[in-house]
C-alpha cells in the first residue's frame, strides 16, 4: 500500500497545481483541466428489467441516462431453468433474455449477456455436468453454438457484449477448478471469434468477483493463457461489490494491481467494465456518489450489482426504482423513485458541458465528480457511506468566468435524502446559498457530514462577460 499511497499524493499534486496546503479530506475539481463530454459510464446495473416490455415507462430509462445493463435469465424456476434442462426450458430463458436486450436498446443502452445463467448454474449442482466433464465440451459448445444462433436470426447483435462467464471464482457459479474455467474462457473467445457476423460483437471477461491482485491465482493464471493463446477480451471486467472498507476494494487500488499484473505478463490495456459495482449497504446517495466519481475518473463502464432475489432480480433498477405499493409485489407497475433514481438523474441529466480533472480527498473516502456547464459548474459529491468533515476544492475559477484571482464566489447547494433503498424518496432538498471567498482562483467549500447516507451538489454559476 505505501507505493500506492504515494503515487496518490503525487497525482494529487500534479493535477491541482496548486500552492494551498491541503489536508486528506479534501477532493478538488480543476476547472481548468476539462476531460471532454459526460458519458454518464457509471449508468448501468445488472438485471432489473421486467420481462413485459412496456411495464417500467421509458422514461425512467431516460432520466438516468441508461447505459448498460447485463441480463441471462437468471433464477427463473421450471420451465426457464436454463439449457442444462433441455430445449424448452433454454428457451425460457432465451426469451427473458432477448426481452431484456429489445427494451434496453430501445434506450441506446448496451447489452452485456450472461451465458451461464442461460446454461443455468443458480439450478445445477457439482453432480451436475459442467463444461469438460470428463473431457466432455461438445454440450457446452452446443450451447454456444445455438446461442449464438438464436442471438443472430433474432437481430440481437448490435449492442451487445458476450461475457464469456459469470464470477468462476464464487463457488455458486462454478463447480469446477480454475483450469476447467480457462479453458473454457479460450474455447468461448476462439469459437466467437471464428464466427464473421460476431466480429464486432465485444468480448468481455474474466468477470472474476475478485479484485486483480498478485496473490489472485484466478486472475494470474488467467492472464498468463490468455497471453499464451492469444485470446485477450475486448475489456477486461471483474467486480467492486467487497467490505466497504478493503483498501482493494476500490478503483483507484484496481487500476495500479490490474495495470501491474498486465505489464508483468505482457498484455495490452483494454477498456475495464466494473460490471457488478457497489454492495447492498453503499445503495444510498453517498456511495452512489462515491462510485459515480472514482467510475468517472478512471472512464470506466460501471453496472450496479443487484442485492434482490427471484421476480424482484428482475424489476426496480437494482434498486434505482422502488413502488409506491408493497415493492415485492411483483406486477405492479406503480413505479416511484428510489434514493438512488435521484442521484442518477441529476448526474445523467443535470451534469451537463465537459467534465473537469478530480482528485478524490487522501484518506479515499470522500469523492466529487464535476462538469462545467455553459451556465453553471456542477459537484455530486459524496462520502464512501460514513460520516465526518470532508471539503471540496474547486480550482481554476477563472474558466467560469471568475476573472479576478481573488473574489467572492456564490455557492447553492443539495443534499440527496434516503437511507433506505426501498423507500420512496423525493427531489434533492435545497440547502440554499452561500458565500465563500476564494484566492487563486479556488475555493475550498466545507461538507459536514453528520449522517452516513447523504450526497451533495454544489453549483456555482458562471459569470459571463
Ligand atoms: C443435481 O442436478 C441435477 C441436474 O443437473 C439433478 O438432476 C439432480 O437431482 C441434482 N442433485 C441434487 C442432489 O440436487
Ligand atoms: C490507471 O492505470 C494506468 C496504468 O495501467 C495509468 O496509465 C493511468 O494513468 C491510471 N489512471 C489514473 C486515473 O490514475
Ligand atoms: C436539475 O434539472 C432540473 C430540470 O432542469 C431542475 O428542475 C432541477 O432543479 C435541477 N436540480 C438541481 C439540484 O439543480
Ligand atoms: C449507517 O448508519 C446507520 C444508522 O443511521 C447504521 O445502522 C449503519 O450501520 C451505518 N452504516 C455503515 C456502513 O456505517
Redesign the pocket.
Known amino acids: 500500500m505505501q507505493l500506492i499511497l504515494s503515487l496518490t499524493t503525487l497525482a494529487t499534486c500534479a493535477i491541482a497545481g496548486s500552492v494551498l496546503p491541503r489536508d486528506s479530506n479534501t477532493a478538488v475539481e480543476d476547472l481548468a483541466a476539462t476531460r471532454g463530454s459526460p458519458k454518464h459510464w457509471a449508468s448501468g446495473f445488472i438485471y432489473g428489467i421486467p420481462d413485459n416490455e412496456d411495464q417500467v415507462a421509458q422514461h425512467w430509462y431516460e432520466d438516468i441516462g441508461f447505459r448498460w445493463g447485463r441480463t441471462g435469465g437468471a433464477q427463473y424456476g421450471a420451465p426457464k431453468r436454463g439449457w442444462?434442462w433441455g430445449r424448452t426450458e433454454y428457451q425460457g430463458r432465451l426469451q427473458s433474455t432477448l426481452s431484456n436486450y429489445r427494451s434496453m436498446r430501445k434506450v441506446g443502452a448496451e447489452c452485456i449477456i450472461y451465458p451461464h445463467d442461460i446454461w443455468g448454474t443458480d439450478s445445477?449442482?457439482s453432480?451436475?455436468?459442467w463444461p469438460g466433464d470428463n473431457g466432455n465440451w461438445q454440450p457446452y459448445e452446443a450451447f454456444v453454438k445455438a446461442l449464438m444462433e438464436d442471438l443472430a436470426s433474432n437481430n440481437a447483435l448490435e449492442g451487445l457484449v458476450w461475457d464469456i462467464w459469470n464470477e468462476p471464482d464464487i463457488e455458486v457459479f462454478w463447480k469446477r477448478d480454475t483450469q476447467r474455467w480457462i479453458d473454457l474462457y479460450i474455447r468461448t473467445h476462439k469459437i466467437l471469434r471464428a464466427d464473421s457476423r460476431f466480429a464486432n460483437v465485444p468480448i468481455t471477461g474474466p468477470s472474476l468477483a475478485w479484485r486483480p491482485m498478485s496473490s489472485n491465482k484466478w486472475w494470474t493464471s488467467w492472464l498468463q493463457a490468455i497471453a499464451d493463446a492469444g485470446t485477450v477480451p475486448d475489456q477486461y471486467s471483474y467486480h467492486l461489490e467487497g467490505d466497504l472498507n478493503a483498501q482493494d476494494n476500490d478503483p483507484q487500488y484496481t487500476n495500479q494491481s490490474l495495470g501491474a499484473l498486465l505489464r508483468q505478463h505482457g498484455l495490452p490495456e483494454r477498456q475495464v467494465s466494473i460490471n457488478e459495482y457497489a454492495a447492498f449497504n453503499e445503495m444510498i446517495p453517498s456511495g452512489y456518489a462515491w462510485w459515480i466519481s472514482r467510475l468517472e475518473r478512471f472512464d470506466w463502464i460501471g453496472l450496479l450489482g443487484n442485492w434482490q432475489g427471484g421476480t424482484t432480480l428482475h424489476d426496480l433498477f437494482a434498486n434505482l426504482l422502488t413502488k409506491s405499493r408493497n415493492p415485492r409485489d411483483y406486477g405492479a407497475s406503480d413505479y416511484a423513485a428510489a434514493p438512488g433514481y435521484h442521484v442518477y438523474r441529476y448526474y445523467a441529466r443535470n451534469m451537463t458541458g465537459v467534465r473537469v480533472g478530480t482528485t478524490g480527498s487522501e484518506d479515499g473516502r470522500f469523492d466529487a465528480y464535476a462538469t462545467l456547464g455553459e451556465d453553471r459548474v456542477r459537484v455530486l459529491a459524496g462520502p464512501k457511506v460514513r460520516s465526518g468533515q470532508w471539503k471540496v476544492q474547486v480550482e481554476g475559477l477563472a474558466a467560469a468566468g471568475y476573472a479576478d484571482a481573488s473574489g467572492s464566489v456564490d455557492v447553492e447547494s443539495w443534499e440527496f435524502q434516503g437511507s433506505n433503498a426501498f423507500a420512496v424518496t423525493g427531489p434533492p432538498a435545497y440547502k440554499g446559498v452561500k458565500t465563500y471567498q476564494y484566492s487563486s482562483g479556488s475555493v475550498i467549500i466545507p461538507v459536514s457530514q453528520t449522517n452516513n447516507y447523504t450526497a451533495h451538489a454544489f453549483e456555482i454559476a458562471v459569470k459571463k462577460g
Request: aromatic share 16%; hydrophobic share 15%; no cysteine.
Open positions: 442444462n445445477l449442482n453432480s451436475s455436468y
